[in-house]
């Protein structure tokens, strides 16, 4: 077990900082041969760096302030790209609940949603501007880094922010188990998200707490994001050209991608409840 005594909280909070902000600009720069999983790469280690930054936020709030705005932008941008993929990948995993599907209109469909089906109207994505943007903000703050007044960081701190982040876990939880909107399982799972982060972000400074968490926040996690991609999907089919919308074979897809998402959702509900119950 590591010695506590010499864990040194500013050295490894700006670590982690450094070291997800080089994977980030190493996974972005490799847009061009491998969309989707760089995409998906960045999207993780960005969620990571965000939760150390949040990490230092009880005792450092300007930098929170400061450094979290562009971040989220730069996290937002390149959701609407992952959420291309995430599509895709739902209705690969509904083709298993759906018995009789009509082979040529699950092409049809397929075909239209990665012509840009997910495209909101009137809106056209430059998707390497908005690699070539995230790639700027992230090397701007990687700059940043190095000067940022983490000197008085300690692992108390860094204690009492992850037991802050799991009370916020059970706040959201409390909201979509009451309200069981989407937009509240949307909160929750980014609660449950930023919370895994920290658990690895924390291994060697809070090896009992991380070692709690790690694993009922990944699985609780995982079937949010599974329920949130089956209605990433029912909206891109929403979105979808009219002759291809309002086939029967798509209209029933879209049925079962929104009872798949609700089911998902309860079943988060319920492996959670003894956790955050």
């Not at 930098?63 to 959701?79: F, H, M, Q, Y």
């Not at 739902?90 to 997910?118: F, Y």
């Not at 968490?213 to 699985?219: E, I, K, T």
Request: net charge positive.
């Amino acid at each position: 077990m590591p010695n506590k005594k010499k864990i040194n909280a500013e050295k490894l909070i700006r670590d982690s900082l450094e070291s997800d902000a080089l994977v980030i600009l190493d996974q972005l720069g490799r847009y061009g041969d491998q969309p989707d999983r760089s995409i998906h790469e960045a999207r993780r280690r960005l969620k990571r760096l965000r939760a150390a930054l949040a990490l230092c936020r009880r005792r450092s709030p300007y930098i929170w302030r400061v450094e979290n705005p562009p971040l989220r932008e730069v996290a937002r941008s390149l959701g609407r790209l992952r959420d291309h993929a995430a599509a895709l990948e739902a209705l690969d995993d509904l083709e298993a609940e759906i018995s009789g599907l009509n082979g040529a209109a699950l092409i049809a469909i397929r075909q239209s949603l990665e012509l840009g089906g997910l495209a909101s109207p009137g809106a056209a994505t430059d998707d390497v501007r908005v690699v070539g943007e995230g790639i700027a903000a992230v090397a701007r703050f990687l700059s940043r880094v190095p000067d940022m007044p983490l000197q008085e960081l300690s692992r108390t701190d860094l204690k009492r922010s992850a037991k802050r982040m799991i009370r916020s876990c059970r706040r959201r939880y409390a909201a979509a188990d009451e309200s069981r909107r989407p937009a509240d399982f949307h909160d929750w799972r980014k609660a449950v998200r930023r919370a895994f982060f920290a658990t690895e972000i924390l291994w060697r400074a809070l090896p009992g707490w991380s070692r709690q968490w790690r694993g009922p926040l990944h699985d609780i996690g995982h079937t949010l994001g599974r329920g949130h991609d089956q209605g990433t999907l029912h909206l891109a089919l929403s979105r979808l050209p009219d002759e291809v919308a309002s086939d029967i074979e798509t209209q029933r897809i879209a049925r079962t991608a929104r009872l798949l998402e609700s089911e998902l959702y309860d079943q988060a509900r319920m492996s959670a409840r003894k956790y955050f119950g």
